[in-house]
């Protein structure tokens, strides 16, 4: 009988050693967070983000700031894209004149052929916004 007991024992310990390993081996497969890649950010995500009237204050900052950086330099094709911008940054529900004046400073700063265009569109935004 003690044979018989101890063969038992043995087969029960085996069990639960690989049921154990393989609950510690699910559970971390489980609990790793696979790292997406970034979004990439493009000037119509961008765009899109000062265009969406619920996108919120952070949202606007990181578009504007990101416009500015990446995408600063206006060519004649993209002017209307770029007025389009200061319009409706104007007239979004979150967004302040802090951000708003150093958007179109920036871009007149940085583009000074289109410095009146960008001016025109400030005051049509303005405008609007009243």
């Known amino acids: 009988m003690i044979p018989a007991n101890l063969i038992f024992t043995v ?10 390993v393989s609950l510690y081996v699910w559970g971390n497969k489980r609990k790793a967070v696979s790292v997406a890649p970034e979004s990439i950010e493009t000037f119509e995500s961008l765009s899109a983000v000062i265009n969406n009237p619920s996108s919120g204050s952070a949202a606007l900052t990181h578009a504007v700031e990101m416009i500015l950086s990446r995408f600063g330099t206006i060519t004649p094709h993209s002017v209307g894209s770029y007025t389009h911008l200061v319009q409706s940054l104007c007239v ?4 302040d004149s802090k951000l708003i004046l150093r958007f179109e400073k920036t871009l007149r700063v940085n583009n000074p052929p289109f410095s009146h265009e960008i001016e025109k569109a400030l005051a049509a935004g303005l405008a609007a916004r009243g």
Do not use: W
């Not at 087969?11 to 154990?20: E, K, Q």
């Open 11 to 20: 087969i029960g310990l085996s069990f639960v050693l690989i049921l154990l």
């Open 92 to 95: 979004h529900p979150r967004t």
